[in-house]
C-alpha cells in the first residue's frame, strides 16, 4: 500500500500506568504506538488516568469518577496492571471494597466491558518455553478465547445459610438470550478477521443455560455462513487444549468456563510475559491490559517484559480503531525482534541477547520503522 492511500487518523487513547511494573511497561508501549502511528501518519492524543494503588495514594479511593469519566471520553484505553504484593503493601490493610482489584472491577461494570479476550500465541522462537511435546504443538498455535464477563455465575444470586443444622450456599448460573447474542455476535465477526472458525463451549449435556447458549449461538452461526462453527463440552475442551491446540482458532465460552480455559491456554503457552488482552462493549470501545499482573517483584528493575503490553496495544488497534495494517506491523516486530534473538529475563534461553524493558520498546519501535518502510514502499 502508498504511504499517501492510508487514511489518517486521530486517536484518543486514555492510558492507566497502574502499579508496579505497570509505569514501565506502558511506556514502552506507548513508545512503540508512536512508532506506528509516526510510519502510518495518524495522530495519538493520550490521557493519563489514575487507578488502584496509584488512585488509593493519591485519592483515597481506588477508582474516582473522574477516571470513569475520562475514560468513556477516550476512543480506548491502554492500561499497564494494578496492584502490589498482598503481604506487605499498606492497599491490603483497607476493606476490600477500597483495595487495588475493586478499582478494575468496577471500571469495567462502568464501561459495561461484556466480552474479554485473551488470545493464546504460541511463538515458533519460544517453543521451548511451551510445556507440551513438539510432536503436539507442531507448527505452534494462535488461539483466540472470547469469555463473556458480565453474566453467569460470578454476577447470579447466591447465598449461604444453614438449614436443619447443615451450612448450605447457593449460587445461580443464568444466562438471557440477548447476553448471549452479543458476545456471539462479536466471536463471530473477530473470526472473520481470523482463520474463519468458531468453538463455542458449553455443558450442553447438562445445563439449561448451556443449551439456550448453544442454541442463540447456532442462529447468530446462520448468518455468518462463512465462519465454519463447531460446539464442544467444556470437560472435552480442556483435554484438547493440551492434546491438540492447533485446531482452534476462536473459542467462545461463558464466563466461569471462560476463567478457566484462557489460564489454561496461557499456561500451555509457558511465556506470562507475552500475553494481551483486550475488553470489549458493545461499541468499538476496549479497555485493552496485559493478561499478567503488577509483578511487584520485580517493580522498577527495568527487567520486565513490556510485549504483553505491547500487543495490547495492537489489539487496540485492530478492535478499536479497525487499524489491520498497522496492528499486523506491532505483531510483525515482535516476531521479529524474537528471531533476531533479543530476549527480557523472564523469556531468555542460552545463546540469545539480553535486554532490558526499555531497550526492548526502543528495539521493537526501531523495527517497526523498517517494517513499516518496507510495506509503504
Ligand atoms: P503477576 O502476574 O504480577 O506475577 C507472577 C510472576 O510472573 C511474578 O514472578 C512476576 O515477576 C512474573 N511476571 C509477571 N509479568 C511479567 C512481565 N511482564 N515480565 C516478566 N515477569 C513477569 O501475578 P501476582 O504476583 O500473583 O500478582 C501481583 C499483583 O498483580 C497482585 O496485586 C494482583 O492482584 C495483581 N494482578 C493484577 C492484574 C491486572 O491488573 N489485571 C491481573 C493479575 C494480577
Known amino acids: 500500500m502508498k504511504k499517501g492511500m492510508v487514511i489518517k487518523m486521530e486517536l484518543k487513547i486514555g492510558y492507566i500506568p497502574g502499579d508496579g511494573i505497570g509505569p514501565e511497561i506502558i511506556k514502552e508501549a506507548k513508545k512503540v504506538l508512536d512508532a506506528v502511528m509516526k510510519q502510518y501518519g495518524h495522530v495519538a492524543v493520550y490521557k493519563e488516568l489514575v487507578l488502584g494503588g496509584a488512585s488509593i495514594d493519591a485519592f483515597g479511593i481506588p477508582l474516582t469518577e473522574e477516571t470513569i469519566r475520562e ?40 464501561l459495561n466491558l461484556f466480552a474479554n479476550l485473551r488470545p493464546a500465541v504460541l511463538y515458533e522462537e519460544l517453543a521451548e518455553s511451551c510445556p507440551l511435546k513438539q510432536e503436539i504443538i507442531q507448527d505452534g498455535f494462535d488461539i483466540m ?38 458476545i456471539a455476535i462479536r466471536a463471530f465477526d473477530i473470526a472473520g478477521k481470523r482463520n474463519k472458525k468458531v468453538t463455542s463451549v458449553d455443558k450442553a449435556n447438562v445445563l439449561d443455560s448451556s443449551r439456550l447458549w448453544r442454541s442463540v449461538v447456532d442462529e447468530v452461526a446462520a448468518t455468518y455462513p462463512e465462519i465454519r462453527c463447531e460446539h464442544m463440552l467444556v470437560d472435552n475442551c480442556a483435554m484438547q487444549l493440551v492434546r491438540n491446540p492447533g485446531q482452534f482458532d476462536v473459542i467462545l465460552t461463558e464466563n466461569m468456563f471462560g476463567d478457566i480455559l484462557s489460564d489454561e491456554a496461557s499456561m ?83 545463546g540469545k541477547t539480553l535486554v532490558s524493558c526499555s531497550e526492548m520498546g526502543t528495539i521493537l519501535a526501531q523495527t517497526i520503522e523498517t517494517i513499516a518502510m518496507e510495506v509503504t514502499i
Do not use: C
Open 71 to 110: 475514560a468513556k471520553s477516550s476512543d480506548a484505553v491502554l492500561m499497564g496492571s494494578i496492584g502490589g504484593d498482598a503481604s506487605t503493601s499498606p492497599w491490603y490493610q483497607l476493606p476490600p471494597s477500597l483495595r487495588p482489584e475493586a478499582g478494575l472491577l468496577g471500571i469495567r461494570k462502568a
Open 145 to 182: 478465547i472470547m469469555r463473556e464477563l458480565t453474566g453467569g455465575l460470578y454476577f447470579g444470586e447466591r447465598k449461604t445459610s444453614v438449614e436443619n443444622g447443615i451450612r448450605t450456599a447457593v449460587d445461580t448460573l443464568t444466562y438471557n438470550e440477548e447476553e448471549i447474542r452479543r
Open 268 to 350: 500451555v503457552t509457558g511465556s506470562i510475559g507475552m500475553l494481551a488482552s483486550a475488553s470489549l462493549n458493545d461499541s468499538k470501545f476496549g479497555l485493552y491490559e496485559p493478561s499478567h499482573g503488577s509483578a511487584p517483584d520485580i517493580a522498577g528493575m527495568d527487567i520486565a517484559n513490556p510485549i504483553a503490553t505491547i500487543l495490547s496495544a495492537a489489539m487496540m488497534l485492530r478492535f478499536s480503531f479497525d487499524l489491520d495494517l498497522e496492528a499486523q506491523t506491532i505483531e510483525n516486530a515482535v516476531k521479529a525482534v524474537l528471531k533476531a534473538g533479543f530476549r527480557t529475563k523472564d523469556i531468555m534461553s542460552e
